[in-house]
């Protein structure tokens, strides 16, 4: 029978399947369902500095908002202070100490005294490893991109430097270089990369002429820039890569684990097919590897990676080339009329 196993950030997971941040963790039935079956650990949802400042302002202002009714009047209620992570560190200990696989904290700051301060105390719920959620989205036209990647690199050094747990990082694919950004993180300490970060993106719906925000869910196709990087990486830095967005069976696993990558995170395919589809996605993986004689993942793992490979232009942007000059066969697959 197929061994399953693979280590994330020197944690030995059973399976190569994590289930990645979201808001699956606030049923907690859910989280057992997730557990039993068969997910090798779990993320647990971003802690964002941005909302509990915003849920602070939020009870400032409803506290407030009849203070100046009556010229003797000073406050309708008593002096209450927003409990900042208070919650969600509750119940992210509440997981920790009710599941009995790896749980892994997800962390996004504001402020970099805040990132410290957070992430101590992260570290004291019990969790097995932290992830950075990093991304930036550009607002300011005069801001460079290198004082961007600066700020990330302090952050991760400070992080790191006051943690005793590993560390990964959560990027966006908005670099201009992300493998340079990936080696340099490296080298400051970073243990593992989630490649990539699926950003929320605004939509407007045409009929009221208004913004609105749908359901961010990736699909079956999203998943090629994670493998492409999963397949530059590999060997080429000792920090874990575990490769996320549009994977959502048992194939797109084995891909990532050929490409390179350590494990995976999925979300998406619980939301749209249920907790039973990580069994069918992990019997998938063992039936593979039962027919082709694969006894470990690390039988097969970063066999089709740039590492491994003799055409070195499978994962550059010269294959484009060849695609134009075969046009005919496209032509062939999708007739135009």
Known sequence: MADLTTKYMGLKLKNPI????????????????????????????????EQIELERLQLSEELNQYNDRHAEMISLFPDIEHAGPTEHLMNLRWTVENLNIPVIASLNCTFKDTW????????????????????????DFKKEEKAIINEQLDIVNTVKSNLKIPVAVKLSPFYTNVLNVIQVMYYEGVDGFVLFNRLFQP???????????????????????????????????????????????????IKMLLAGADCVQVVSTIYKHGTEQLT???????????????????????????????????YMRAQYVDILMKSEEIFKKYPIR
């Open 116 to 139: 410290i301060e957070y992430a101590r105390a992260i570290e004291q719920t019990g969790v097995s490893a932290i992830e950075l959620n990093f991304y930036a989205v550009p607002g």
């Open 203 to 253: 939509d407007i719906d045409i009929d009221t002429e208004k913004h609105h925000f749908p359901y961010n869910l990736s699909n079956e196709e999203d998943n090629r820039l994670a493998l492409r990087f999963a397949g530059l990486l590999y060997k080429e830095i000792r920090g874990s890569i575990c490769s996320n967005t549009g994977i959502f069976d048992g194939k797109d696993v």
């Open 280 to 314: 069918r996605m992990l019997k998938e993986i063992e039936e593979w590897m039962d027919n082709k004689n694969y006894k470990t993942i690390d039988d097969f793992r970063g066999k089709l990676s740039k590492k491994h490979l003799k055409d070195p232009f499978v």
């Open 18 to 49: 994590i289930v990645g941040a979201s808001n699956l963790v606030q049923n907690r039935d859910v989280m057992k369902h997730i557990e039993d079956a068969g997910a090798a650990a779990i993320v647990y949802k971003t802690l964002f500095e």
